[in-house]
Nanobody, 121 residues
Framework: QVQLVESGGGLVQPGGSLRLSCAAS????????MGWYRQAPGKERELVAR???????RYADSVKGRFTISRDNAKNTMYLQMNSLKPDDTAVYYC???????????????WGQGTLVTVSS
């Protein structure tokens, strides 16, 4: 069974920074694309940033220039460096990954449990 565990969320003042981590564990053959999504109260879950196994990235327009996604394939871990945080960035941040656990199952879409980021003075 594959698990994704996020960490690094918390309370930060506007203009501050946080670094989120997402560690994949379990029986893993390989991981294809990974991504960060977020869901604010009363809103739908939205893509924040996504990164392929080769390192290609894409970002939501709202975070371009402020957030940086990266991954360490050797550690099956993904990161999100968040700078110049705004109150509108307040949300639960979820990690997502396309994981090949066994050849029989193919790539599975796996989600973490989420970590809360609150931007407030």
């Amino acid at each position: 069974q594959v698990q994704l565990v996020e960490s690094g969320g918390g309370l930060v003042q506007p203009g501050g920074s946080l670094r989120l981590s997402c560690a994949a564990s379990g029986s893993i053959i390989s991981i294809n694309a990974m991504g960060w999504y977020r869901q604010a109260p009363g809103k739908e879950r939205e893509l924040v940033a996504r990164i392929t196994s080769g390192g290609s990235t894409r970002y939501a327009d709202s975070v371009k220039g402020r957030f940086t996604i990266s991954r360490d394939n050797a550690k099956n871990t993904m990161y999100l460096q968040m700078n110049s945080l705004k109150p509108d960035d307040t949300a639960v941040y979820y990690c997502n990954a396309e994981v090949l656990a066994t050849i029989a199952t193919g790539y599975l879409d796996v989600w973490g449990q989420g970590t809360l980021v609150t931007v407030s003075s």
